[in-house]
């Protein structure tokens, strides 16, 4: 068996969801998943079959998302990985439709922070065990930051 750590490369201004799904008509069902609930978002999705031919199948209405999703399915080489890379939209607006989308097993990550992809194979497939996001805690929050932290989500609409 080998371990790897691989980093999961996005553009600027972007975020990615990585998840484990089941079935070939994952693609189909995430792409209207995710127009429909957020219309305006640009997005690129990847997933890898695990049987069969054993491609890595993709969509999207964004091109440079679709090839970033690509690349890192293409990757980690995860069977059955869904790499999902979104702009104009988070994952907070998308993440409990995509639980809901039959094929999707497991939600691993949702993220802008920079990404890692622990991985494990034995020659035949791979897997995800578990992904590094972002940076270890630097503290605990003082008031201030946590006043901080109360001010911005209602900036940003998340709070009244």
């Known amino acids: 068996m080998e371990l790897q750590v691989i980093e999961v490369e996005k553009p600027e ?14 693609v189909e069902d995430v792409y209207e998943t995710l127009v ?28 440079e998302l679709v090839e970033y999703a690509v690349r890192n399915a293409q990757k980690i080489k ?9 702009r104009d939209a988070y994952p907070i607006n998308l993440l409990n439709a995509l639980k809901n989308v039959q094929e ?3 939600v691993y990550c949702a993220t802008a922070n920079p990404l890692k992809a622990v991985v494990v194979s034995d ?3 791979a897997s995800i065990l578990g992904v590094i996001d972002g940076s270890s805690p630097k503290g605990v929050e003082s008031q201030e930051e946590k006043t901080q932290r109360h001010e911005f989500l209602r900036k940003i609409g998340y709070k009244r």
Do not use: W, Y
């Open 13 to 26: 201004g972007s975020n990615v969801i990585l998840a484990q799904s089941h079935f070939i008509k994952t």
């Open 36 to 63: 429909s609930s957020v219309p305006s978002i640009r997005f690129g999705l990847a997933f890898n079959e695990a049987s069969g031919p054993c491609l890595t199948r993709s969509d999207g209405n964004d091109e």
């Open 78 to 86: 995860a069977g059955h990985l869904l790499v999902v890379m979104i």
């Open 104 to 106: 999707i097993t497991s």
């Open 123 to 125: 020659g035949i497939g």
